[in-house]
């Protein structure tokens, strides 16, 4: 596929995620648009997820917890009046400094040792956020009553409705896209995956392993906290129950369902694992909505066995190989035998 | 004064010398040779000299500075580059990549100026691409820059490696057996290319069991046994010592 083909393709699809939710708000089928947020959220911290699990290589079972910190952060800003790209900031930051600061330790585990680690962490702060009541208001959640979340507001909008939210989620997809394909094939990525594909071989090639690793862990962080802040705004409400351990047992499915390291692929994830209670529910009635976790465990064995490298696998990028026109071609060859 | 000293380096793994007070010199621009029965120690030494052991006892001096405390990543940048035993490329990443990777810590770009696509920037991923395709030309697997490593057969993996190496800048390159499960014209084939890397300024320790490789390419060979240097000399001398004989072949008394 040429270049033209591949940047109209990208500007066609960007202008119906634009504009279509316009014209879908006033119909029926509006729903679908706080659908497409909720995926949205979900591509982020799947794309968070994949630059731990699909680049560097590291299982992580507890990713939900830095959703929930970015989540109560904002929440607890906000009901103290602080603007929304102030608390936003403010979650995205405290996501990663507490991320970096588990991680310093945790990351010299390795394999299952380190998604033990993150699974324990997760529940401690699943736990923290359900028992510290003078802060987080225990399983009631916050706000209290009495207290409200105001509306966020962005460069004099105020973000009233879904479709606005529609708008800041794409924005940060996209960033978070742009970002992720920026890392995929640059010095940082490559170094990121030969972490992944042999750990001491990198280390060895000059790859400052732990340092590169804490990079990765603190950036997948701030893609869960800025997530967790627009949840927190945009539901006005956040309680732990929303972070529980098999929500992110759900983003490991969508990383792995999707193709590890792929970030078409986790898109895809996301987005299958948003709209299979929405299918199962019409399709089967809404007592099935839960039978999600048996069909993505089903999944996940079956595409285990018949397609281990995802939906939509990564791949590596063919570079150019003939020599520029203004290089010089190595005089002499290191083998001449051989190979003529 | 030496390029590289190993000052009676010891390594001890649950009780067993891996390494007994071992001293070993390299000079600039010299090819030694390690020699040695199997688990002698010499993948041992290569580990400790690279950073992932850390010596028990002793030191070791590469161009006058300590770095047995230094991490493997810096001790690499220093410019000590190895290959390995068993072939450890980075399977699901082309030649190219492999080789680009190697490249990390002679470039800069962090974080901010890759996601901002900044000038400096992509002028140095042309120049880590433009070095990787030379040294890919170099070893004669330009045409297959673009396979997965994984995906290339034995000795371009080999190859591969040596390329990877190369492209660190090494000052000195430890090569671990890299003629291991080769045929005789792969062989030489690769005894040229490490004459070459030589004539280029680079220091290079060997590990080799193929005698003819060693005889033919060394200008010093170093023998160990059970962990502690028993020889150390030309290879003719070597070759004649009673006791690197009693150590590869017994004493004449079992005989």
Redesign the interface.
């Known amino acids: 596929m040429s270049k033209t083909v591949r940047r109209s393709a990208w500007a066609g699809g960007l202008a119906l995620l634009l504009a279509v939710p316009c014209f879908l708000q006033s119909t029926s089928f509006a729903f679908l648009i706080r659908l497409a947020g909720i995926a949205g959220l979900y591509m982020l911290l799947a794309l968070g997820l994949n630059l731990v699990i699909g680049f560097v290589g590291l299982l992580d079972l507890g990713f939900m917890a830095f959703y929930a910190i970015g989540a109560y952060t904002a929440a607890l800003l906000a009901i103290h009046k602080v603007p929304f790209a102030l608390s936003v900031l403010a979650a995205i930051g405290a996501s990663t400094l507490i991320r970096l600061i588990v991680g310093f330790p945790a990351l010299r585990l390795r394999g299952d040792y380190l998604a033990i680690v993150t699974l324990g962490f997760g529940e401690v702060v699943r736990l923290t956020l359900s028992n510290w009541d003078s802060l987080t208001n225990g399983p009631k959640g916050l706000p209290r009553v009495g207290e409200t979340i105001p509306s966020a507001s962005l460069m004099g909008i105020t973000l009233s409705s879904n479709l606005h939210y529609y708008y800041v989620i794409l924005a940060s997809v996209l960033g978070a896209i742009w970002v992720c394909t920026r890392l995929n094939h640059s010095r940082v990525g490559r170094a990121w995956v030969a972490i992944r594909e042999d750990e001491v071989a990198a280390e060895l090639m000059g790859v400052e392993v732990t340092k590169q690793k804490m990079l990765a862990f603190g950036l997948s962080a701030a893609f869960a906290g800025l997530a967790g802040a627009i949840f927190a705004y945009w539901e006005g409400f956040v309680t732990p129950e929303s972070f529980t351990f098999w929500e992110s047992v759900l983003l490991v499915c969508a990383v792995v369902l999707g193709g590890m390291g792929s970030i078409l692929g986790v898109l895809l994830g996301a987005l299958c694992i948003v709209l299979a209670p929405e299918v199962l529910r019409s399709a089967l009635g809404s007592s099935f909505a839960n039978a999600r976790y048996l069909l993505f465990g089903l999944s996940l064995i079956l595409m285990a066995i018949y397609r281990p490298q995802g939906l939509w696998p990564s791949r590596r990028r063919t570079l150019e190989l003939r020599p520029a026109e203004a290089e010089e071609p190595p005089q002499d060859t290191l083998f001449d035998a051989g190979r003529k | 004064m030496s390029f590289l000293e190993a000052l009676s380096v010891s390594k001890v793994f649950g009780g067993i010398a891996a390494l007994d007070h071992v001293d070993l010199s390299i000079q600039e621009g010299e090819i030694l040779g390690l020699i040695g029965p199997n688990g002698a120690g010499k993948t041992t030494l290569f580990n400790v000299l ?1 950073g ?1 052991y850390k010596p028990d006892k002793g030191e070791i001096l590469f161009c006058g500075e300590r770095i047995d405390s230094l ?3 810096e001790i ?2 220093l410019g000590i ?2 290959t ?1 035993q068993n072939i ?7 030649a ?2 492999n080789v ?8 800069r ?3 901010l100026p ?2 901002f ?1 900044t000038a400096a ?1 992509l002028r ?2 042309q120049e ?3 070095s990787a ?2 040294l ?5 697997l ?2 297959r ?2 396979a ?1 490593a994984k995906n290339l057969p034995y000795g371009d993996q080999r ?1 591969l490696e040596i390329a ?2 190369m ?2 800048e090494p000052k000195l390159l430890l090569l671990d057996e890299p003629t291991a499960g080769m045929n005789a ?2 062989s ?2 690769l005894m ?2 490490v004459g ?2 030589q004539e280029r300024g680079v220091s290079i320790l060997l590990i080799e069991h193929q005698m003819r490789v060693v005889m033919n390419l060394c200008h010093r060979v170093a023998v160990l046994d059970y962990g502690a240097k028993i020889a150390d000399a030309a290879p003719a001398e070597v070759q004649k010592n009673p006791a690197v004989i009693e150590a590869y072949l017994g004493s004449s008394a079992h005989a």
């Open positions: 690279t992932l991490a493997p990543h690499a940048s580059a190895r390995f450890r490329l980075f399977p699901n990443m082309t190219m990549e680009m990777v190697a490249r990390h810590c002679r470039t770009s962090e974080f890759t996601i696509v920037f140095e991923e880590i691409q433009k395709r030379e890919l030309a170099r070893v004669g330009l045409d820059g673009n997965l190859k990877r190496a492209a660190l014209a792969e030489e084939d040229r290319l070459k890397i």
